[in-house]
Nanobody
Framework: QAPLVESGGGLVQAGGSLRLSCSAPPQSFSDWAMGWFRQPPGKEREFVAAINWGNGGRSLYADSVKGRFTISRDNEKNTMYLQMNSLKPEDTAVYTC???????????????WGQGIQVTVSS
């Protein structure tokens, strides 16, 4: 069983919103920095966002999603979220959550991975 499980993907029209969730085992959930990557069709996987361990005081975003996407976490529910607003067709991708010891490790893609979930934005 994968340690990280994504949910909330699907099909949405351009300009719409989706919220992705990533649930993880409760053990030491708040000790992990977490994040999201995505892989558009025919392209390499790319960083989307990351949030620090603990209460998530520090977050990082790719330039392409700044101002549209918001990463957050609820340590009580052992879940991380990615709120995606003003979606564009170019946001279409398989989104995968990841976790690591630090935001830097998450940002470099060197942590643990979920299995991914499809997000499709129609024009």
């Amino acid at each position: 069983q994968a340690p990280l499980v994504e949910s909330g993907g699907g099909l949405v029209q351009a300009g719409g919103s989706l919220r992705l969730s990533c649930s993880a085992p409760p053990q030491s959930f708040s000790d992990w920095a977490m994040g999201w990557f995505r892989q558009p069709p025919g392209k390499e996987r790319e960083f989307v966002a990351a949030i620090n361990w603990g209460n998530g005081g520090r977050s990082l975003y790719a330039d392409s999603v700044k101002g549209r996407f918001t990463i957050s976490r609820d340590n009580e529910k052992n879940t991380m979220y990615l709120q995606m607003n003003s979606l564009k067709p170019e946001d279409t991708a398989v989104y995968t959550c990841t976790r690591g010891d630090t935001v830097h490790i998450v940002r470099t893609g060197a942590g643990q991975w979920g299995q991914g979930i499809q997000v499709t934005v129609s024009s």
